[in-house]
């Protein structure tokens, strides 16, 4: 056998992996709650000394949000690597990264109820995918060791 065509064969190995998609349709609710709980905690999130204009948030650093059952079991139900909580409210919800070590994709799910998805200015690593429903958007980015 080539010894090109296994190179080949072990990148393509390398750069594959189980995909992790959020299932917005069959967890809406825990989705639309968990907005409700982070806006409700919009306060909590960008206090007066909060320099940064989005701040993640992690299962792991749940306990700020002693009221939001909802938000935790948001972590549990899907692949959720982390949320981003933007000064514009603006909510990413991130899954995990799926793929190798030379490609790698996550899908992200946006909230965002202030306008036109035009008008909100997305980084450049990121893409719009579709509407999903009315302020609820699908994103993808993709890296690769190029990135």
Do not use: H
Request: hydrophobic residues 35%.
């Amino acid at each position: 056998m080539n010894k090109g065509f296994l190179v080949i064969l072990l990148l393509c190995c390398l750069s594959c992996g189980s995909g992790y998609n959020l299932n917005f349709k069959n967890n809406r609710n825990g989705y639309e709650n968990a907005v409700k709980c982070l806006n409700n905690n919009y306060d909590k999130i960008f206090s007066a000394s909060t320099i940064e204009n989005s701040v993640s948030v992690y299962r792991e650093g749940l306990d700020k949000f002693d009221s939001c059952t909802d938000l935790k079991l948001l972590f549990e139900r899907e692949p959720l690597d982390f949320i981003s909580v933007r000064r514009d409210s603006s909510i990413y919800f991130y899954s995990k990264p799926s793929g190798g070590n030379i490609r790698s994709r996550q899908y992200i799910l946006l909230y965002y109820n202030k306008g036109a998805i035009q008008n909100l200015q997305l980084s450049t690593d990121l893409k719009l995918i579709k509407e999903i429903d009315t302020f609820w958007y699908q994103l993808e980015r993709i890296t690769s060791l190029a990135d």
